[in-house]
């Protein structure tokens, strides 16, 4: 796994596929990690993770996000790169590298470990 800095201290990233609407972002769902991006905003890292809901019969399929179709990559490509974009100003962001399956549980156990570590100072 590549470290591009010590990360934005933010609680980690994941965007979910699923066929289902899925009105509110603060519920509990199973989801399998397929890959993720490498986020660079404001010169710190800040890996957005993208996996597929559990028993979705559209998007059950995919095992990495390499599988995805390009056309759903770009969207999420794009996004991340301008939604913090003001109109007429510059792209704060860049996507450093894109990561499989592999490396997206390597960066969701190194975000619960920092987790970790900010509960024990917490204490």
Not at 5 to 30: C, T, V, Y
Not at 68 to 76: Q, S
């Amino acid at each position: 796994m590549q470290n591009v800095s010590d990360g934005d201290g933010d609680p980690l990233d994941i965007l979910i596929l699923s066929e289902h609407h899925i009105p509110r972002g603060d519920i509990i769902l199973k989801a399998k990690p397929i890959g993720g991006f490498c986020l660079i905003d404001d010169n710190e890292a800040d890996d957005k993770i993208i996996a597929t809901l559990k028993g979705d019969k559209v998007y059950e399929q995919y095992h990495e996000v390499s599988e995805l179709p390009k056309g759903i990559v770009e969207r999420f490509e794009h996004y991340f790169l301008t939604y913090k974009q003001l109109p007429g100003g510059h792209n704060q962001c860049e996507i450093a590298y894109k990561y499989g399956r592999e490396e997206s549980y390597q960066v969701i156990e190194a975000a619960r470990m920092d987790y970790h570590d900010l509960l024990a100072k917490l204490k």
